[in-house]
Every structure is written in structure tokens, then in C-alpha cells.
């Protein structure tokens, strides 16, 4: 893994900050080549630090359209629901057009939504079945476990390389989620690592290392000596990582 892709800060917040800044820079220099770009975000109490941050950011948001990394099977108001936290503090305060934002239907069923989501990226990009989406920026986070997105350790799925989107059934509370899988993961032009907390440190210390074991490491996907993969990590999370 090389260096130059992970930035460390002082705290969590001056990495929310810095991972923020960074991807409005990518999405409006994306803007200046295409008409809209695509943002695929993720949930968690990290990116409550970024999403204020990004919604300050001079980005032509009505060109921007808005995708999930993952979502727990729940309704759109409920607490621990990623679409929730993304809708008060980014898509709102931004003034990101509805028709722009394509959601996990968390209130259907685990089937159902799935099937919805997966061809809702379909009919917006276009692809055909066993064509990945190029998303242009992906921002992603890491469990203490090394899981990202809900793709946990030992996820078979991890050696999906052609689905889209799929449902899984998580070490975690809920357990019924949709993610989306490694092909976009890993297809995706720029990716954004934003990890804060000192029970974050092993785990990126492991995935950090000189192997890439990506069904123990989860984190890895996408990220593995990949240019446009940056991380945004906090002091406390890269503790134990060499100096």
C-alpha cells in the first residue's frame, strides 16, 4: 500500500474535513469533463463529520446524482438508516434534486429491494447484465472488523467480481442489508477511505499489510495498490501502523 494514498490527521473531524474537500475537488473536476457525475456514499457516524462539510462545497449539486454504498433493511426514517443520515446532512442542505438521488428501498423487502436497486443502476447507467457501473467517486468507510460496505470477513460475495448489488446477512445490527459488491467497488475512477477511531487501528494496520487477503480484509477491495485510492484516517485509527 503505498504512502502517498493515506493521510493522517489529528482527529476525526480534520479527516472528515480533508476527505470532504477532496472529493469535491474530484467531483467538480469530473463536471468540467461530463454533464452529471456519480457519487456513491456510505453511512456511519464518521461521515456525519464529512456530509455538513460537503454540502458547504462550491459543487454544482443539481448535476451530481447520489448512490448508496450499502443500507440496512429499514424504512428511510428510521434511525440507522445511511439513506436518513445522508438525506439531513448532505442531499437537503446541498440541494440535491430528488431525481438525482437513487436510494436502497430499505422499507421493502430484502429481495425487493435489491432487485429495485440493482435496476435502477442499470437503467441509469445503462448496463448490460455482467457490466459493472464506473462510478466516478465512491466514498467508503471500515468496520473494526476490516468490513466495508457490508461485505464482512468471509463474505462469499467478496469473490463477485460481475453482480452489481446482492443481499447479505451481517455479523451486526440489523442484519439484512444491500450492498453493493466488488465489481463497482473496485471499478470505481476515484475512492475515498474515511476511517476514524482507535478500534479502527488493527484493522488497518492488517489491511495495511504486504498481503492482499481480501475475504479476511474486506477493505482491501478497491483499495489494494490502487492510485485513485485515498485514505482519510484520524491519528487514533493509524496508531499502530509503522511511523
Known amino acids: 500500500m503505498a504512502e502517498r494514498n493515506l493521510q493522517v490527521y489529528a482527529s476525526a473531524a480534520e479527516a472528515a474535513r480533508a476527505c470532504a474537500l477532496r472529493a469535491a475537488e ?11 457525475v456519480t457519487f456513491a456514499v456510505s453511512g456511519g457516524s464518521t461521515p456525519a463529520l464529512m456530509f455538513p462539510v ?3 462545497c462550491p459543487v454544482d449539486w443539481k ?3 447520489i448512490f448508496q454504498v ?9 434511525p ?3 439513506y436518513r443520515l445522508a438525506h439531513a446532512d448532505l442531499i437537503t442542505p446541498a440541494g440535491i434534486p430528488s431525481e438525482n438521488v437513487h436510494r436502497v428501498r430499505g422499507e421493502l423487502t430484502l429481495e425487493a429491494a435489491t432487485y429495485r436497486y440493482i435496476d435502477d443502476i442499470q437503467s441509469f447507467f445503462g448496463t448490460a447484465p455482467g457490466t459493472v457501473p464506473v462510478f466516478d467517486v465512491v466514498h467508503r ?5 476490516s468490513h466495508t460496505a457490508s461485505l464482512f470477513p468471509g463474505e462469499p460475495l467478496i469473490g463477485d467480481t460481475t453482480g452489481i448489488a446482492a443481499a447479505v446477512h451481517v455479523p451486526a445490527e440489523p442484519p439484512e442489508r444491500v450492498t453493493l459488491l466488488p465489481g463497482p467497488l473496485t471499478a470505481a475512477r476515484h475512492t475515498l477511505m474515511l476511517v476514524a477511531g482507535s478500534d479502527k487501528a488493527e484493522a488497518l494496520q492488517k489491511v495495511m499489510g504486504r498481503k492482499y487477503e481480501p475475504f479476511h480484509y474486506p477493505a ?3 483499495t489494494w495498490e490502487n492510485p485513485n485510492a ?3 484516517v484520524d491519528s487514533a485509527a493509524a496508531s499502530l501502523l509503522p511511523r
Do not use: C
Not at 474530484?26 to 452529471?36: D, K, N, P, V, Y
Not at 468507510?141 to 472488523?145: N, V
Open 26 to 36: 474530484l467531483l467538480t473536476r469530473r463536471l468540467s469533463e461530463a454533464e452529471i
Open 54 to 56: 460537503l454540502a458547504e
Open 63 to 65: 448535476r451530481v446524482h
Open 70 to 78: 450499502d443500507e440496512r433493511r429499514v424504512p428511510p426514517d428510521d
Open 80 to 82: 440507522r438508516s445511511n
Open 141 to 145: 468507510g471500515m468496520g473494526g472488523e
Open 220 to 222: 482491501q477491495l478497491g
Open 230 to 232: 485515498l485514505w482519510f
